[in-house]
């Protein structure tokens, strides 16, 4: 099993920024891709941003130029730099492991993302 600690959200004026953690324990596979997941109110969950474990990077294209995604492999935790944040920003962010074939994705529990005018 694999277990996501997420960190980070809050209240942001927008043109604001946020830093998203999230720490990844248990039994883990090294070869994963790890990212984060939104879902706004009477919305579906979607794609903000994924990195794979050797540093290849996928953004929504509301995201990119703003977002930056990270990650350090060595202490299984991923990262999330929010610029420049938007009110359509607002949201819950859900941190992701997946591994393995078939595939077998982990979620966090999810932090608010607030963003206010």
């Known amino acids: 099993q694999v277990q996501l600690v997420e960190s980070g959200g809050g209240l942001v004026q927008g043109g604001g920024s946020l830093r998203l953690s999230c720490a990844a324990s248990g039994r883990i596979d090294g070869n994963n891709v790890m990212g984060w997941y939104r879902q706004a109110p009477g919305k579906q969950r979607e794609l903000v941003a994924i990195?794979?474990?050797?540093?290849?990077?996928n953004y929504a294209d509301s995201v990119e130029g703003r977002f930056t995604i990270s990650r350090d492999n060595a202490k299984n935790t991923v990262y999330l730099q929010m610029n420049s944040l938007k009110l359509e920003d607002t949201a819950v962010y859900y941190c992701?492991?997946?591994?393995?074939?078939?595939?077998?994705?982990?979620w966090g529990q999810g932090t608010q993302v607030a963003v206010s005018s």
């Open positions: 992701s492991l997946k591994s393995g074939w078939p595939t077998v994705a982990y």
């Open positions: 990195m794979s474990h050797s540093g290849i990077r």
